[in-house]
């Protein structure tokens, strides 16, 4: 079975800074889909940024990228010039190819003081 | 287009009640995913429907809990008798038959048991 862990409980990061949100995952599979998704206090669950296990260059989204390790089944998040408005709990996501069943990691709490 | 809808936002139900939680997919979507996520823990799967056919129902509790997905309607998750450990925050997420990666999740409902 598949398991996600995220070991940061929480992380703060003073606005304008970086900071980056660790991710590993076990899986026995050679391609799948990682995920992060950010949940704001009103609970919706926000996609940030999507990467494919074949693909390797690493996904970018504006001012969020990952650092995708494929041997070390490692997925962190850098989250650049950090907003009041990036506050939210970060989860880290799995998923099979051919199959969108979602596996979480527990989350991770972000705080940005300003 | 719309996104996904869930109804009730929140919900509140005695011991021994049952709780009907609602799901309309994104306009195209034929595929339907529940998640519930328990006070300070990640999100868990539960379902995968699509219409009129259970695909995985893996993350389902043996007892008390059904789903489906009509070929006409939204998707029901159905709590029979409900006990306090079953309140927690109740998300569907659908995604296009052709890309089942792409998951657009609900504002997710709210159940308290009292």
């Known amino acids: 079975a598949q398991t996600v862990t995220q070991s940061q409980p929480e992380m703060s990061v003073q606005e304008a800074e970086t900071v980056t949100l660790s991710c590993t995952y076990d899986t026995s599979e050679s391609d799948y889909y990682l995920f992060w998704y950010k949940q704001p206090p009103s609970r919706q669950m926000i996609l940030v940024i999507r990467q494919e296990a074949y693909k390797q260059q690493n996904a970018t989204e504006n001012r969020f990228s990952v650092n995708f390790q494929k041997a070390a089944k490692s997925f962190s998040l850098k989250i650049s010039d950090s907003q009041l408005g990036d506050a939210a709990m970060y989860f880290c996501?799995?998923?099979?190819?051919?199959?969108?069943?979602?596996?979480f990691g527990q989350g991770t709490i972000l705080t940005v003081h300003p | 287009n719309a996104g996904v809808m869930q109804n009730p936002r929140h919900l509140v139900r005695r011991r021994g009640q049952e709780a009907r939680l609602r799901c309309s997919p994104m306009?195209?979507?034929?595929?339907v995913y529940w998640y519930r996520q328990l006070p300070e823990e990640g999100l868990k799967f539960m379902v995968y429907?699509?219409?009129?056919?259970?695909?995985?129902e893996s993350g389902m509790p043996k007892e008390r809990f059904s789903a489906e997905f009509p070929k006409e309607g939204p998707s029901i998750l159905r709590i029979q008798q409900v006990v306090r450990g079953d309140s927690a925050a109740y998300f569907c997420?659908?995604?296009?038959?052709?890309?089942?990666?792409?998951?657009?999740f609900g504002p997710g409902t709210r159940l308290t048991v009292l």
């Open positions: 996501a799995y998923s099979q190819t051919s199959y969108g069943k979602l596996t």
């Open positions: 306009k195209g979507h034929s595929h």
């Open positions: 997420a659908s995604s296009p038959p052709t890309s089942y990666n792409e998951q657009f």
């Open positions: 429907l699509q219409k009129e056919n259970i695909i995985d």
